[in-house]
T-cell receptor, first 109, second 114 residues
Framework: ELKVEQNPLFLSMQEGKNYTIYCNYSTTSDRLYWYRQDPGKSLESLFVLLSNGAVKQEGRLMASLDTKARLSTLHITAAVHDLSATYFCAVGEYNDMRFGAGTRLTVKP | DTEVTQTPKHLVMGMTNKKSLKCEQHMGHRAMYWYKQKAKKPPELMFVYSYEKLSINESVPSRFSPECPNSSLLNLHLHALQPEDSALYLC?????????????FGPGTRLLVL
């Protein structure tokens, strides 16, 4: 069974600080997705990582994928309040799509 | 148009009611999905349609019945639901083969079963 584990589940950061969210998964899939969800809203696609060593960056967020370690990271640089949200990683296989439990990020002044 | 629309936004129904959720996209995507999301939990995949054919049914109870009338529309028919079915129901679509590319999510229908 495909399993996806995210940590931490809760993250409280100060503005300007850096931090990393980790996503471990149990299969050999090379398709890893990161989504953002604001309270009461739907999911917004952030990154799609489709091969080992893939790295993508958008603003203060950078995602990477290591398929050998079955690990993806979402790195936050110099956090700002607008980044406060829940972040999900998700792993796709031929017949399944599983999300991690989500990391609830709060950025404080 | 990069939007997935869902109606209604909110729905309250009794356990004996029959209702339908609707989803529409005009991005030319040939894969469409239904997810269920309980409060403070991740989305759970319910159904996947690829080229208007149901390709994956994640052992969802038969009180949920999906329908894909054409490549732009996806319905979820609800009948005899239970209070534990109360959740946010999300529709999504993607290009290419199902589950191969990033999915675009609609705003969701917040369902309350009394």
């Amino acid at each position: 069974e495909l399993k996806v584990e995210q940590n931490p589940l809760f993250l409280s950061m100060q503005e300007g600080k850096n931090y990393t969210i980790y996503c471990n998964y149990s299969t050999t899939s090379d398709r890893l997705y990161w989504y953002r969800q604001d309270p009461g809203k739907s999911l917004e696609s952030l990154f799609v990582l489709l091969s080992n060593g893939a790295v993508k960056q958008e603003g203060r967020l950078m995602a990477s994928l290591d398929t050998k370690a079955r690990l993806s990271t979402l790195h936050i640089t110099a956090a700002v309040h607008d980044l406060s949200a829940t972040y999900f990683c998700a792993v796709g296989e031929y017949n399944d799509m599983r999300f991690g439990a989500g990391t609830r990020l709060t950025v404080k002044p | 148009d990069t939007e997935v629309t869902q109606t209604p936004k909110h729905l309250v129904m009794g356990m004996t009611n029959k209702k339908s959720l609707k989803c529409e996209q005009h991005m030319g995507h040939r894969a469409m999905y239904w997810y269920k999301q309980k409060a403070k939990k991740p989305p759970e995949l319910m159904f996947v349609y690829s080229y208007e054919k149901l390709s994956i049914n994640e052992s969802v109870p038969s009180r949920f019945s999906p329908e894909c009338p054409n490549s732009s529309l996806l319905n979820l028919h609800l009948h005899a639901l239970q209070p534990e079915d109360s959740a946010l129901y999300l529709c999504a679509s993607s290009g290419g083969q199902a589950l191969q590319e990033t999915q675009y999510f609609g705003p969701g229908t917040r369902l309350l079963v009394l």
